[in-house]
């Protein structure tokens, strides 16, 4: 009887911690991506503010800073950016950023009106049409009815493809802006540059054969030398070993678009941070047989560019990384996870699967080859060992302004954090 007792009182204590790892987790990405974090970009300091919040916690949880004085890591970026107001009326309706449009990330400064050259995809065939295109648009916007792509056959749509680039990007287009009508979902991207000419994609319902004028109002401003940060600490393994496991995440986000207008960035990627901080947190109260590193990454959504400070000028020694897992996308898993590089180190995908085979935690773990598409690329160019995992299914809100604390489920949270730490103690 006393036996049963202490079995019971022994799961109650694994369920309570449970549940606390995943308020913990929560509570980080109600945080990370609530509107005082300004979408994690740099407009209104809103990396600093999340990098604050990272060491913050860092200390709280004991983690050694990856210097003598400081869990920063210095470096500049350039960005485009959009502080002040951004607004677009067409034919006096006013439409609402983030949800009937969005201005490209590398867009300029404009203020006007503008009369709309409309044509369609289907009409931007050949180069004959192109230049007949930009000649009479001259000082207009053109507008392209881009809905009917999904008719258009490969060859058809990669040429399409070509000229709408031209019109986006080269000095040779010789028109005002660009609007892209599209029946997809708006996603927004973070720019390193600032391009010639304003770029609109619109997804509003609209009588396009009634549209006449545009009324734009972008208050870009590019910054060549920006300061950000990654954010690095360590908890001290038991043995004298000095090989160690990196766990990391970025915390940047898309920022704003405009005064009103925020990218939360729940699951990309205040869920991946909330991963290290729940490891972090559990490995400050087990002390781990190797030293752990734990480091949140800035400008991943520029071009992983913080991964490219940190792998240039390493803080730590990167020959001595045993293993190291980079988590993105953290917030579902109802259909399991993907492993990125998982056939590149078959040994520890084959590690991963068995623990989760013998605890049933996750519903499945997919292997994929070597990917360049998140921080971890720069850290495997440099021979480190490592991983790339992201979760599958649930919500499909990315790069938007969907993606948000309240709609992240969470679902295999607890069970993925399980088995990582499963993972890191046998690895």
């Not at 892209?180 to 997804?203: F, H, N, V």
């Not at 940060?229 to 920022?255: E, F, P, R």
């Not at 996750?362 to 360049?372: M, V, Y």
Request: glycine content about 6%; charged content about 25%; hydrophobic content about 40%.
């Amino acid at each position: 009887m006393k036996k049963f007792k202490f079995i019971l009182i022994l799961l109650s204590v694994q369920l309570i911690g449970l549940s606390q790892d995943l308020d913990y987790a929560k509570k980080v990405i109600q945080k990370l991506s609530s509107v005082d974090f300004k979408g994690r970009g740099y407009v209104e300091n809103g990396d600093k503010i999340s990098a604050d919040y990272i060491s913050a916690e860092f200390q709280n949880l004991g983690l050694i800073p990856i210097t003598r004085k400081s869990y920063f890591q210095k470096f500049d970026i350039s960005v485009n950016t959009f502080p002040n107001r951004v607004s677009v009326r067409i034919d006096g309706n006013d439409l609402v950023a983030g949800s009937d449009y969005i201005i490209e990330s590398s867009s300029p400064s404009i203020s006007g009106k503008f009369q709309i050259i409309k044509t369609s995809r289907s009409q931007l065939d050949n180069d004959s049409k192109l230049v007949s295109l930009v000649n009479k648009a001259g000082n207009s916007i053109i507008l392209i009815d881009s809905r009917d792509r999904k008719n258009e056959n490969p060859e058809a749509t990669k040429k399409i493809d070509e000229y709408i680039n031209f019109l986006k990007y080269s000095p040779q287009a010789n028109i005002k802006g660009l609007i892209i009508y599209t029946s997809d979902k708006l996603t927004w991207e973070a720019a390193p540059e600032q391009g010639l000419r304003p770029i609109i994609t619109l997804i509003k319902d609209l009588d396009i054969n009634s549209l006449n004028s545009i009324e734009l109002v972008v208050d870009a401003k590019f910054i060549p030398k920006y300061e950000t940060q990654n954010v690095a600490g360590s908890i001290k393994g038991t043995t004298d070993s000095d090989s160690m496991i990196v766990v990391m995440a970025h915390y940047d986000h898309l920022g704003k678009m405009g005064k009103d207008t925020y990218f939360p960035g729940a699951n990309d990627n205040a869920s991946g941070v909330a991963m290290i901080l729940n490891l972090a947190k559990h490995y400050s109260e087990n002390k781990p047989e190797y030293t752990m590193v734990f480091i949140a990454l800035s400008a991943e959504e520029l071009g992983i560019l913080g991964a490219k400070a940190f792998t240039d000028n390493p803080p730590i020694d990167l020959k001595k990384i045993k293993f190291l897992v980079n988590f993105d996308l953290a917030g579902t898993g109802e259909e399991g996870v993907k492993v990125v590089n998982g056939s590149v180190f078959k040994d520890k995908f084959d590690l991963l699967t068995k623990i989760n085979k013998e605890q049933g935690l996750l519903p499945k773990i997919d292997i994929r080859g070597a990917a360049c598409n998140s921080d971890h690329c720069l850290f495997y160019q440099k021979g480190v060992p490592c991983f790339y995992i992201y979760t599958l299914g649930g919500i499909q809100a990315y790069h938007d302004i969907l993606d948000k604390s309240e709609t992240l489920p969470l679902t295999e949270f607890v069970d993925y954090c399980k088995l990582m730490i499963e993972f890191f103690n046998k690895i």
